[in-house]
């Protein structure tokens, strides 16, 4: 089992700055994947924001390429999204997730809003 547990969401105007971090716990081996999803309101299903490997390897959404980064600490279990110029558009709730030993799983949400 893998616990995660998000942090750093809350409420920043358009052009600003907000940094996620995940860190995840349990009882697991190797982190394959760690990666952002978001669900804006109304919408029924999560998109892709970014993902990571183990290796550091990088995948984007094409709507945040160039304002968001996604990096991890692989000793502290933690992924971490930088997101930066941010829009109303961007205003969701993002979720971590991992993939280990052929599963996934899913933190609880991190509110992000963005307004003026």
């Known amino acids: 089992q893998v616990q995660l547990v998000e942090s750093g969401g809350g409420l920043v105007q358009p052009g600003g700055s907000l940094r996620l971090s995940c860190v995840a716990s349990g009882s697991f081996f190797n982190l394959n994947l760690m990666g952002w999803y978001r669900q804006a309101p109304g919408q029924q299903q999560r998109e892709l924001v970014a993902?990571?490997?183990?290796?550091?390897?990088?995948n984007y959404a094409d709507s945040v390429k160039g304002r968001f980064t996604v990096s991890r600490d692989n000793a502290k279990n933690t992924v971490y999204l930088q997101m930066n110029a941010l829009k109303s558009e961007d205003t969701a709730v993002y979720y971590c997730r991992a993939v280990t030993g052929g599963r996934f799983y899913w933190g609880q949400g991190a509110q992000v809003t963005v307004s003026s």
């Open positions: 993902t990571i490997t183990s290796g550091s390897t990088t």
